[in-house]
């Protein structure tokens, strides 16, 4: 299905149309659909059950990590945000959709945002996560992150005034650095990133201790190196340097072959690893014939993702000393699917690693893709990429509001440059324009939806509290 609100008429591509005429387009969007019209939100009379759109997604998963998952998302209310994209995507379906289409992070909440290595070794600040990558209004996106900053601002006790400053400032940045590429030629709009000088000169901006802040964010996120994740994931046995175990958290494989069902899994990761090799570029490819398979672990990973198979595989090279870490995580269908419409994928992982190639900068040089047969003969589908490279990850709970907003803006500023790189980002300017209605409109979302995030929140709650679902705090 189409999101309400696409137009289908006219030419394909901004390139068919004159700029004058993408701007019409965007102008005519916003008669469609009024900025304003994007403000509070209140839910559709049928809206589904929250926990059981968690249930649902859960019984896909690994089922003895299904409890963590439910442990994580317990912790608070912007935890329990960070893994209900599934409730948020129903939502948004239901409200005013521009029309105005790009390729959608489809869960761009405030720690999707990090600071990463770019392929020639330069510290950016990009989105990172990318499992329910989609196109669809471009609004959608906007609208999680806004939100989530309203989350973070009320567990941090901000004034309503200082969440909405936190808001305004985010989407501010994200409607002036869209204008700003309106005018920009397109290669320029395809090489524009964000390094650290631009974080450092928006830093300064506000003063205080935010210029040193930075400064130490930046040196930390360039000690988060592979050799590190090596240093702190494995340990030196007999045999060599293995995966350290951590049950449940990380489960070798030497460990789960303990388990009759689990009999064949080596053979299943390794044919996952050759399969991926070829969706890499033959000089990739290549580097990666260098390195040999020693390890493999399940891993448990971030909130929304606890129970997708997720595995962790140690490659070495010339020696102990010349390791290779890779992450190959199951991709299931995006969250987005049932309400954007759009191109149909025939494998999962290809899905997050194209909207990734298209929307980041930083790209990872081992990031492909496969489809695997489990031994329980389900086909799954998987996307790799390299763990840990120069990652920085924000922690909204140590900022104070004037931090949070400039961290707010770096994140509405970034993914402004990953829509303008998959839309219009003429048209989207036009409908955004030079004043700051959408951005108190998107404050006026936000605070409604942080209110019912909180209670879906308690509803999940309840659930654990009734014996409904089990919780493990991990």
């Known amino acids: 299905m189409d999101v309400p609100g696409t137009s289908t008429a006219g030419p394909r591509t901004p390139a068919e149309r004159t700029p ?10 916003r008669k469609r659909v009024p900025r304003a019209a994007h403000g509070r939100w209140e839910p559709q009379p049928d809206r589904p059950d929250p926990v059981g759109t968690v249930e649902r ?26 893994g209900a994209a599934a409730i948020m995507a129903a ?44 196109r669809g209004p471009f609004e959608w996106d906007v609208k999680r992150l806004a939100a989530g900053l309203v989350i973070a601002s009320r567990a941090n006790g901000f004034s309503e005034k200082e969440q909405n400053r936190t808001v305004r400032a985010c989407v501010r940045a994200y409607r002036e650095r869209m ?11 395809w090489y524009a990133l964000d390094d650290t000088e631009k974080i450092t000169e928006l830093a300064s901006s506000i003063g205080g201790d935010a210029v040193e802040r930075t400064a130490r964010a930046t040196a930390r996120a360039r000690t988060r190196t592979h050799l590190e994740a090596y240093a702190k994931l494995t340990r030196v046995t007999a045999e060599g340097r293995r995966i350290t175990p951590d049950p449940p958290l990380i489960t070798p494989l030497a460990q789960l072959a303990a388990d009759p069902s689990e009999a064949g899994r080596e053979r299943e990761l390794r044919t996952l690893v050759g399969a991926y090799a070829s969706t890499l570029p033959p000089e990739r490819r290549h580097l990666l014939r260098h390195y040999r ?26 020696d102990d000393d010349d390791p290779l870490l890779l992450q190959a995580k199951e991709a299931q269908e995006s969250v987005l699917a049932p309400y954007a419409g759009g191109e149909d994928y025939d494998n999962q992982g290809r899905r997050v690693v194209a909207g990734q190639r298209l929307m980041q900068t930083a790209g990872d040089i081992f990031l492909g893709w496969t489809h695997v047969v489990g031994l329980d003969g389900r086909g799954r589908d998987f996307y790799v990429r390299q763990l840990w490279d120069w990652k920085g990850i924000a ?3 140590t900022m104070g509001p004037g931090l949070l907003a400039l961290f707010g803006r770096l994140c509405g500023a970034s993914l402004a440059r990953a829509h303008a790189r998959s839309g219009d980002p003429v048209a989207i300017a036009a409908y955004l324009g030079g004043g700051d ?4 409109a998107l404050a006026d979302f936000a605070q409604s939806y942080a209110d019912r995030n909180e209670r879906d929140f308690a509803a999940l709650r309840d659930a654990w509290r009734s014996g409904r679902i089990r919780a493990e705090r991990l």
């Not at 204008?179 to 709009?189: K, S, Y």
Request: hydrophobic share 40%; proline share 6%.
């Open 179 to 189: 204008r700003m590429f309106a005018g920009m030629r397109t290669l320029d709009i």
């Open 395 to 397: 922690r909204p709970e």
């Open 91 to 134: 939502d948004l379906a239901s409200s005013p959709a521009s029309g105005l289409r790009v390729q959608l992070c489809g869960d761009a909440h405030p720690l999707n945002f990090r600071l990463l290595a770019s392929p020639e070794r330069r510290l950016v600040f990009d989105i990172n996560d990318f499992d329910e990558t989609l």
């Open 57 to 82: 997604q859960s019984a896909e998963r690994v089922p003895e990590l299904v409890p963590i998952r439910y442990g994580r998302m317990l912790e608070s209310p912007f935890r329990f945000y960070r």
């Open 20 to 29: 004058d005429e993408r701007a019409a387009y965007g102008r005519q969007a």
């Open 293 to 318: 398979l020693v390890d493999m672990a399940r891993k448990v990973v971030g909130v929304g993702s606890v129970g997708t198979r997720c595995w962790v595989l140690l490659l070495l090279g010339r």
């Open 437 to 440: 209605r959408f951005d108190r």
